[in-house]
């Protein structure tokens, strides 16, 4: 059983940067391929970007590109979203994820993770 424990969430205005860490416990970090979701109010969850187990390879939502960086440190446990140029659109509760998985390069773009974090807000102001 894996835990995840998002932080680093909180207001920033538009044009801003903020860090998101999520903290793995429980299992073995570098067997899983992480993922970060996000959720608006009143809209679906959305898939952000994601990172295979090895950090060698990254995908992200169109929306985001070039403005957000996934990177993990397997021997801290611990996936990183980078957030840049925040708008206003990009406010909601983010999310890690994980999946394990024997493939060193997967990236998980759908919402089949094994287990979910509780999310962070990020509320960007205009």
């Known amino acids: 059983q894996v835990q995840l424990v998002e932080s680093g969430g909180g207001l920033v205005q538009a044009g801003g940067s903020l860090r998101l860490s999520c903290a793995a416990s429980?299992?073995?970090?570098?067997?899983?391929?992480m993922g970060w979701w996000r959720q608006a109010p009143g809209k679906e969850r959305e898939f952000v970007g994601g990172?295979?187990?090895?950090?060698?390879?990254?995908a992200y939502v169109d929306s985001v590109k070039g403005r957000f960086t996934i990177s993990r440190d397997n021997a801290k446990n611990t996936v990183y979203l980078q957030m840049s140029n925040l708008k206003p659109e990009d406010t909601a509760v983010y999310s890690c994820?994980?999946?394990?998985?024997?493939?060193?390069?997967?990236?998980?773009?759908?919402?089949?993770?094994?287990?979910w974090g509780q999310g962070t807000q990020v509320t960007v102001s205009s």
């Open positions: 994820a994980a999946e394990e998985t024997p493939n060193d390069s997967k990236v998980v773009r759908t919402a089949a993770y094994d287990y």
């Open positions: 429980g299992g073995s970090f570098s067997r899983y391929a």
């Open positions: 990172i295979s187990r090895s950090g060698g390879s990254s």
